[in-house]
């Protein structure tokens, strides 16, 4: 295969914790990854550690949540490589623990956004170019509180379920086209930002609170996201993987 016939995978959020995992991952399963993310330097270097020049791999500065941007982003990725084989949607985060009489109304609408919207906007985005190859994976990101739900948590909860419901329609609509659409949904993951919200004592606690002991390591979400992404997948779809060491068992 010529690296012009190479598959594409494009991540949003690729420059994060769970997203350079994912990007390294998908990149090792010979797909040319491209980033999409705010971050622009931080995608940068993902691309750099990996070894990846110009024409192997890819990082559009973008905010998620704006349409215009997202457009624009698939538009360059189709000039460009003119395929895309694997979305997967990644950005968001919690932002914000504030119980609810707290929540200003930008900053639910903030959370409701960056999880939610951008992942309606990208997935709207690509659906044209998968369309037309009749074939394509989708992979957006949920949490096990989508599930559990979570005190002081309560926009991220609402924007994660409703990321796995927007999924199971999104997946009966392009079932017909070839185009499969499922959920990972990781526990608590040894990111930076969310180690970050917590000290030494605290992280060791919430570690030992998830029944195999531990937390995720990225690299193990991304092994989740290569397998909804792969042909192992094929006659999957509007289902969530949960990736988490037994914390949730829904
Ligand atoms: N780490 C965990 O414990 C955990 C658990 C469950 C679910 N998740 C989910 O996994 C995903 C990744 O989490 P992470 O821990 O790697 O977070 P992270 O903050 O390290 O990565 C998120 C990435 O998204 C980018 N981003 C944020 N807003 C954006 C926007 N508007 N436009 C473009 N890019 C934007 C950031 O720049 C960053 O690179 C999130 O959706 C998160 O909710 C994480």
Redesign the pocket.
């Given at each position: 295969m010529s690296s012009a016939d190479k598959k594409v995978a494009v991540v949003?959020?690729?420059?994060?914790?769970?997203?350079a995992a994912v990007v390294s991952r998908l990149a090792q399963a010979d797909f040319i990854p491209i980033i999409?993310?705010?971050?622009e330097a931080?995608g940068r270097e993902v691309l750099a550690e990996l070894g990846r020049q110009e024409g192997r791999g890819l990082c559009i500065a973008?905010?998620?949540?704006k349409k215009s941007d997202v457009q624009r982003a698939f538009d360059r990725v189709l000039a460009d490589y003119r395929r895309v084989d694997v979305l997967v949607n990644?950005?968001?985060?919690?932002l914000y623990a504030k119980l609810i009489q707290d929540f200003a109304l930008r900053e639910w609408r903030e959370i409701i956004d960056?999880?939610l919207k951008?992942t309606f906007l990208c997935c709207q985005a690509v659906f044209p170019i998968m369309k037309a190859q009749r074939q394509g994976a989708i992979i957006n990101?949920?949490?096990?509180y989508a599930v559990t739900g979570s005190a002081s948590r309560t926009a991220?909860s609402a924007a994660?379920a409703g990321i796995i419901a927007f999924t199971k329609s999104l997946a009966a609509e392009l079932a017909p086209y070839g185009v499969r659409a499922n959920v990972i949904?990781?526990?608590?993951?040894a990111?930076?930002?969310?180690m970050g919200n917590y000290d030494a004592a605290g992280w060791a606690a919430a570690s030992s609170q998830i029944p195999m002991g531990r937390?995720a390591e990225?690299a193990e979400i991304a092994e989740g996201v290569a397998f909804l992404a792969g042909d192992e997948s094929l006659y999957m779809t509007g289902q969530t993987l949960h990736v988490n060491g037994g914390m949730v068992m829904p």
């Amino acid at each position: 295969m010529s690296s012009a016939d190479k598959k594409v995978a494009v991540v949003s959020g690729g420059a994060g914790g769970i997203g350079a995992a994912v990007v390294s991952r998908l990149a090792q399963a010979d797909f040319i990854p491209i980033i999409l993310d705010k971050d622009e330097a931080a995608g940068r270097e993902v691309l750099a550690e990996l070894g990846r020049q110009e024409g192997r791999g890819l990082c559009i500065a973008l905010d998620a949540t704006k349409k215009s941007d997202v457009q624009r982003a698939f538009d360059r990725v189709l000039a460009d490589y003119r395929r895309v084989d694997v979305l997967v949607n990644l950005a968001g985060g919690a932002l914000y623990a504030k119980l609810i009489q707290d929540f200003a109304l930008r900053e639910w609408r903030e959370i409701i956004d960056v999880n939610l919207k951008s992942t309606f906007l990208c997935c709207q985005a690509v659906f044209p170019i998968m369309k037309a190859q009749r074939q394509g994976a989708i992979i957006n990101t949920a949490s096990n509180y989508a599930v559990t739900g979570s005190a002081s948590r309560t926009a991220y909860s609402a924007a994660k379920a409703g990321i796995i419901a927007f999924t199971k329609s999104l997946a009966a609509e392009l079932a017909p086209y070839g185009v499969r659409a499922n959920v990972i949904a990781p526990g608590r993951t040894a990111t930076p930002r969310v180690m970050g919200n917590y000290d030494a004592a605290g992280w060791a606690a919430a570690s030992s609170q998830i029944p195999m002991g531990r937390t995720a390591e990225p690299a193990e979400i991304a092994e989740g996201v290569a397998f909804l992404a792969g042909d192992e997948s094929l006659y999957m779809t509007g289902q969530t993987l949960h990736v988490n060491g037994g914390m949730v068992m829904p």
